[in-house]
Structures are given as structure tokens and as C-alpha cells.
């Protein structure tokens, strides 16, 4: 059975719905997979954007540091830090946003859908 409320359609047993003007099947064994190249294209262009603003950043607040007498010693270290944060959070903002995707995902035509 499918309800209308506006743009989108709640669904029952593999029927479509319609979701920000998209259409999207919501049994899994209707759905597509995606291919290996599609992921790995997602995942390069995501760890291109996390690790080049992870290295402006750590480049940033060294320099900062500098003008005030500091500076990091170690800053491959800080990069594999400030790496893994901007990563959590890039994923998790990303993801749980309007188009549910991240740069990567979007660039390869894949999205995030619950069941």
C-alpha cells in the first residue's frame, strides 16, 4: 500500500518511493549494488578531502604557533590526529545531512538510505 504525503511515499513490500524528487527502491533485492569501482573511487576522493584539509590544518596551527615562539615537533603525528578526527566528523556530518552523502559518494552517484 502506498500513502502520498507531499513529495514523499511511505513503502510496504518493495513498492517505490519518492524521496526529494528521487526515486528510490526500497527492497533491498530491488536495489542496485554498487560496483567495486564506485566505492573505491568514494572512498580515494574522501581520503583526498580528509587528508588535504587535515595537512592545511595542521599547517595552519603551526604557523600560528610559530608567531607565538611554538611549533610541532612531530607533525606527521598531529596530522594522523587531527586526520582522524576531521574523518569521524566528516563522515558523520555528511552522511546524517540533507543529501546523505559525502563528497566521494556524491562524485560516484552512490547515497546513504536506511532500512
Known sequence: MLEQEGKNANNEDGQL???????VKSNSNNASRPTFLNTFMASLIDLIVVGVTSTLVVFIIDTILRISGYAFTQKFGMIFVIFMVIMVLYMSIMESGKTSATFGKKASGLFITKR
Not at 17 to 23: G, H, R, W
Open 17 to 23: 518511493a519518492m524521496k526529494d524528487e528521487k526515486l
